[in-house]
């Protein structure tokens, strides 16, 4: 009996906890299916903050250039169906079904993990679809990550920032040389980072990484600390100015014949829309940030625009983030806040004890936060009096919102 969708879901997401570092399980998995990672040029994108605009932003300027673009990013925020797209058109319940049927014996015999099954799964269905380009977005750090197989025409690392330091390490220079395990002999790395001191680090870790690979040219090209993209732009805030930036770069980096005009680029870019990147719906505004970099950028682009009054935010946030910060941040742009938590987070969750607390000492805090855990309930309680409704926090919780209020 053949799978059936919602059977590879319930196969894979299991798989979702188990973080394994290196290339060689997905590498197998590639190859059982004929190496579909070879078949067209790359554009790779790594970051703290920023990766997935950047990667949008490329793939709807190349497809403006008239190619046939895969694109792979992750998380998803409602179906797993968006981590995989050619021209726009997500991958099909069938495929998804399909592939996963054929991979499964090696995915048990090698104890595959979700991100490496989901890798291997992108360019396969990107081959089968005749993608003639694709941008592939890091899942974690650069390194190790599974889609560091590729050997890309462009590589990118857009922005660093204290995230999952578990695992790419505790300090930003930690973290750096992490991302900047994506560069390759002879291809363009594309430095987006602001920061003279992590530029360096990147700039020295791309050879380093280079240097391990036997050698060869490191091409190391920096865009300047000041530039930001002066054309159209369909992402509001000021920080996806810089995002634009970075991709135009990355664009500009690409072998000639797919390199697209300044006009293909700006039309691209016109029509570009990242769900969940101040991501406004009538008096709705969701943004995944889920770091400080991110709530940073987020209060920036609050401060910017002039949104309806009050606004009441909707936070819930995963145990494992530097959520006081967070909302430390957050705080002087908004009027009001309800806490919860998002349901997708089992695992990961607020620690509810330790969030009583802090609102019980937090100088302050008691005024602005209200804890509402019940999800709904909380959602219908942000609403009451708002000019604006914020939901940020993780990805979780946007798209658990977006799924509640039927906004898929």
């Known amino acids: 009996m053949s799978l059936g969708y919602q059977e590879a879901l319930d196969f894979l997401f299991p798989r979702v906890t188990t973080i394994k570092f290196g290339l060689d399980t997905t590498r197998a998995l590639l190859a059982s299916v004929g190496d579909p990672h070879r078949l067209c040029p790359i554009v790779h994108v790594a970051g703290t ?6 990667s949008t932003l490329v793939a709807r300027a190349l497809e403006a250039s008239g190619w ?31 592939w996963t049927e054929r991979l499964m014996p090696l ?27 694709v ?71 791309a050879r380093s990484a280079i240097r391990v690979r036997r050698g060869g040219r490191a091409d190391v090209r920096v865009v300047p600390p000041k530039y930001l993209w002066d054309g159209p732009l369909g992402l509001e805030g000021g920080h996806q100015r810089r995002n634009a930036g970075v991709a135009y770069a990355a664009l500009m980096a690409l072998p000639e014949r797919y390199r697209p005009t300044r006009q293909q680029v700006e039309e691209g870019f016109a029509v570009t829309r990242v769900p969940g990147r101040f991501d406004r719906r009538g008096r709705w505004l969701f943004d995944v940030a889920h770091n400080p970099d991110g709530i940073a950028a987020l209060v920036t682009a609050i401060r910017e625009t002039a949104l309806p009054r009050p606004v009441k ?3 819930s946030i995963l145990e494992d983030k530097e959520w006081p910060e967070m909302l430390d941040r957050l705080a002087p742009v908004i009027d009001a806040g309800v806490l919860t938590i ?55 919780t946007v798209g658990d919102a977006l799924s509640y209020l039927g906004l898929e």
């Open 49 to 54: 903050n920023g990766k997935g605009s950047v």
């Open 68 to 98: 046939k673009v895969g694109l792979y990013t992750s998380p998803h925020l409602v179906s797993f169906r968006e981590r995989i797209a050619v021209d726009q058109v997500q991958i099909s319940e069938s495929a998804v079904a399909m």
């Open 107 to 133: 995915i048990e015999a090698r104890q595959a993990t979700f991100f490496e099954v989901t890798t291997a799964m992108a360019f396969a269905d990107f081959a089968a679809r005749g993608a003639e380009v």
């Open 135 to 205: 941008v592939a977005e890091v899942g974690l750090g650069g390194r190790l990550d599974s889609t560091n197989v590729v050997d890309p025409a462009v590589s990118v690392v857009t922005r660093i920032a204290l995230d999952h330091t578990r695992y790419l390490g505790e300090t930003l220079d930690a973290i750096a040389r992490e991302k900047a395990g994506i560069a390759k002999p002879g291809v363009p790395f594309i430095i987006g980072e602001r920061d003279p001191a992590l530029v360096a680090v990147l700039r020295e870790a």
């Open 313 to 315: 935010a909707l936070v």
């Open 342 to 396: 998002a349901p997708s987070t089992a695992g990961r969750r607020w620690d509810q004890d330790r969030l009583k607390r802090w609102l019980r000492t937090g100088e302050g805090r008691k005024q602005l936060w209200q804890l509402e855990p019940d999800f709904g309930a909380a959602l219908a309680r942000v609403q009451e009096g708002a000019g604006t409704v914020l939901v940020t926090g993780s990805f979780h």
